[in-house]
T-cell receptor, first 113, second 113 residues
């Protein structure tokens, strides 16, 4: 069975602060994919990143960056210089050989002006 | 990537009735999934919709309550039967497109009164 843990239920920051959302996963598969999704209040899921288990390079996309560490089974997400529009629920997810996505419980990020 | 049209986007239903949610994909896909997101919660997989055979249900979900059809590789329906207020949730369909990629429908926000 696979599992994704997002220990931070809610985070509140002031605009322009940096914030890191934590994600820890468990899987027995040797090949797997990790994802981050954003869910704004409107409810749709916005895809942010996909990372396969063989690629441990960190990735940066604008104000977003991701740190994948297989040794600690973590896939953390950092937003630099946060903005009010970043306020949303962020989900980390894992897919393995069964191709089913397992989601973490989500982190509610609130960015205050 | 595939585009999914999910209908209805929202509905308010009386308890004891049933609602059928449709997902139409603009390309043929092998794997389709149905998720439920209860208020303030994460996404939980209901079932994998298999073309030409019965859906595969996750623990806690049964066919009598959530019958699924998958008549071809571009279409699926999920019915929420004999609804109660506890069924009030967002329901999302998703397709797997290979190389670890998933696309989600825009969701159906169901309120049962």
């Amino acid at each position: 069975a696979q599992k994704v843990t997002q220990a931070q239920t809610e985070i509140s920051v002031v605009e322009k602060e940096d914030v890191t959302l934590d994600c820890v996963y468990e899987t027995r598969d040797t090949t797997y994919y990790l994802f981050w999704y954003k869910q704004p209040p409107s409810g749709e899921l916005v895809f942010l990143i996909r990372r396969n288990s063989f690629d441990e390079q960190n990735e940066i996309s604008g104000r977003y960056s991701w740190n994948f560490q297989k040794s600690t089974s973590s896939f953390n997400f950092t937003i630099t210089a946060s903005q009010v529009v970043d306020s949303a629920v962020y989900f980390c997810a894992l897919s393995g050989s069964a191709r089913q996505l397992t989601f973490g419980s989500g982190t509610q990020l609130t960015v205050l002006p | 990537s595939a585009v999914i049209s999910q209908k209805p986007s929202r509905d308010i239903c009386q308890r004891g009735t049933s609602l059928t949610i449709q997902c139409q994909v603009d390309s043929q896909v092998t794997m389709m999934f149905w998720y439920r997101q209860q208020p303030g919660q994460s996404l939980t997989l209901i079932a994998t919709a298999n073309q030409g055979s019965e859906a595969t249900y996750e623990s806690g979900f049964v066919i009598d309550k959530f019958p699924i059809s998958r008549p071809n590789l571009t279409f699926s329906t999920l019915t929420v039967s004999n609804m109660s207020p506890e069924d009030s949730s967002i329901y999302l369909c998703s397709v797997f497109q290979g190389a670890g990629g998933y696309t989600f429908g825009s969701g159906t926000r169901l309120t049962v009164v």
